[in-house]
């Protein structure tokens, strides 16, 4: 059996796992060890879409700061601005790429679609890979981003992290909530009105969907907990 510490999770905005701390959002960020001891304040400032590859190097956006991502080094006491205004639900690949969501105004303006941007650390550089991509969310596995297409009902869609490979994953429509684990991926699909439709379980390409929950209950939150290899 592999350990905990051989996974990153990818889960959720407010609680996710690297290596043997859990790290988790109550407007603040905090972590603990997996017992539950040893709990820590990270930041003394609200934090949104916060995400750590290692327990130092930190990924976030500052909602004060012109909802834009700042990438913090706890160890050197550093914290910077990496994006332009309105940057949403970073990504990072593990080597020297963020992925992120760009939009043109803030959401609290009612407008949820962006650019899917990828933006190389060491040089600045960087490229809209799709356009049309809701902020609800953004996940990777295994050279692959996944994210809600705003041009086609809210479906989930797939996207090589070059651009190329546009791929439908599953036909259902308003596909807000979504994760991977390991060689699998989980999603909800929503209705109109917010209530779940159900939850469901594929392949990384789409196939051998299967449906593991069921409810008409109204929306209120769903949380997927995964656990993503990372090596």
């Not at 350990?3 to 407010?14: F, H, V």
């Not at 790290?23 to 905090?30: E, H, I, V, W």
């Not at 992120?100 to 550089?125: C, F, K, M, P």
């Amino acid at each position: 059996m592999q350990a905990l510490s051989d996974y990153l999770s990818i889960s959720s905005e407010d609680c996710f796992l690297c290596l043997n701390a859990l790290y988790y959002k109550y407007q603040y960020l905090y972590s603990c060890d997996l017992e539950g001891e040893n709990l820590k304040k990270v930041f003394d400032k609200p934090v949104y879409y916060p995400f750590t590859p290692d327990g130092n190097i930190i990924y976030y956006q500052d909602d004060a700061d012109g909802e834009t991502i700042h990438k913090c080094d706890l160890a050197a006491g550093t914290d910077e601005r990496i994006s332009s205004d309105y940057a949403y639900a970073p990504i990072f690949d593990g080597k020297d790429t963020l992925y992120y969501i760009h939009n043109s105004q803030s959401t609290r303006n009612g407008v949820d679609d962006g650019d899917l941007v990828a933006r190389t650390i060491s040089t600045g550089e960087e490229k809209v890979l799709y356009s049309g991509v809701s902020t609800n969310g953004l996940q990777y596995a295994q050279g692959t981003l996944y994210f809600s297409n705003l041009n086609d009902g809210d479906r989930l869609y797939s996207i090589s992290t070059t651009g190329e490979n546009i791929s439908l994953i599953a036909d259902d429509t308003g596909v807000h909530i979504f994760n991977v684990s390991g060689d699998r991926l989980f999603f909800t699909s929503q209705d109109e009105n917010g209530g779940v439709l159900g939850v469901y379980c594929t392949n990384l390409d789409g196939s051998n969907k299967i449906l593991i929950e069921w409810t008409k209950a109204p929306f209120y939150r769903v949380l997927l907990f995964a656990y993503v290899p990372f090596r």
